[in-house]
């Protein structure tokens, strides 16, 4: 359905979703305000533009993948945006994969539903946006099994299923506008609390004198079983081939569980409800990145907060 397709937005997710849109054979336009990842496109003939609006004007369909929802605003509404005063626009969907709150996707989705089209393409009378935000984390993005949230129209989700199966292995429709944004920062929440519960526990019976790896085996046979502890132990030495086995190196960084706590408390707050295991979460996380682990996966939370080694 769509042939153009442009990128914004080349970071560590962006650059390997959008060489698999190359792969499966896409037109890409990309921009990045990093000259330095847009080389990695324009040196295979992928060709770059000097903002958002020129990739609008060469694409059918344009992806963002940006790091927080200032950046979104900015590339949606800034000077030389997507929806620059200048269009009609010319493509029909904007897809929006960043990590933001629903309320920025639910306002960004009604701006675009108010802009006109530069060339109607079948019933679509004007574009559309969805909020289609991922989980799975760079090395997802780079073997195309992403999962997307995906919020919007259905049509637009109909539309763009096959474009966000060839970087993903899965397209959940979430429901109206800014629900693939609720869904994503839900998960995270989910996410971040259970890594605790399962650093607090392991840590636990660690002082009482059980090793983690028994511990473990014994949680992922029990009830206590949950991706932190059969999929990404925090505890080093436990599992091979996560980030707590090559000291927290890799992986998604505290930085970002930290933001995405953010959006999960603002977005609570916008409708009337604070949760304690929420709130401290989000202490917690913002702790660590005081003291300077913010680049580190988050499952360092078990040395730094749990095991009270420092090194
Ligand atoms: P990143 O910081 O590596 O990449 C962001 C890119 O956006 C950078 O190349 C940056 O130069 C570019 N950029 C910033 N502002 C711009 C602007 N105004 N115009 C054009 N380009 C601009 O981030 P990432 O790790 O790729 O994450 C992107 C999003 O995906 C975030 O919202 C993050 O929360 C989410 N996410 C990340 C992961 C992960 O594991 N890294 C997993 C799931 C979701």
């Not at 629903?102 to 679509?124: F, G, H, I, M, Y």
Request: glycine share 10%.
């Amino acid at each position: 359905q769509f042939e153009n397709v442009g990128f914004i937005g080349l970071g560590n997710m962006g650059s390997r979703m959008a060489s698999n849109l190359l792969k499966a054979g896409y037109k890409l336009t990309v921009h990045d305000v990093n000259h330095n990842v847009t080389k990695m496109f324009t040196n295979v003939g992928v060709p770059s533009k000097e903002t958002p609006f020129e990739v609008a004007e060469a694409s059918d369909v344009v992806i963002t993948m940006l790091p927080s929802s200032n950046h979104v605003m900015d590339v949606y509404m800034g000077p030389n945006g997507l929806l620059d005063e200048r269009s009609p626009l010319r493509p029909h969907l904007l897809i929006d994969s960043s990590t933001i709150d629903p309320q920025t996707s639910r306002k960004l989705s009604a701006k675009v539903a108010s802009c006109t089209l530069k060339e109607k393409k079948d019933n679509w009378e004007n574009p559309l946006m969805l909020d289609a935000p991922v989980s799975g984390g760079v090395l997802s993005a780079e073997a195309g099994t992403l999962t997307f949230m995906v919020g919007g129209s259905e049509d637009a989700y109909l539309a763009a299923k096959s474009l966000l199966l060839s970087m993903g292995k899965n397209a959940i429709f979430c429901g109206g506008a800014g629900n693939g944004s609720a869904a994503k920062i839900c998960n995270n929440l989910a996410m971040a609390v259970s890594m605790l519960g399962v650093s607090e526990a392991l840590s636990l019976g660690q002082s009482l004198g059980i090793s983690a790896s028994t511990l473990t085996k014994i949680f992922n046979s029990s009830t206590a079983r949950c991706w932190s502890s059969d999929s990404y132990n925090p505890v080093p030495g436990v599992m091979e081939g996560v980030p707590s086995s090559r000291n927290y190196t890799g992986g998604f960084a505290s930085k970002l569980m930290a933001k995405d706590l953010n959006l999960a408390v603002a977005s609570a707050k916008e409708v009337g409800l604070k949760f304690p295991l929420m709130s401290q979460a989000q202490e917690i996380y913002a702790e660590i990145c005081k003291d300077g682990h913010e680049i580190e996966d988050f499952s360092c939370v078990f040395r730094h907060h749990y095991s009270g080694k420092d090194e």
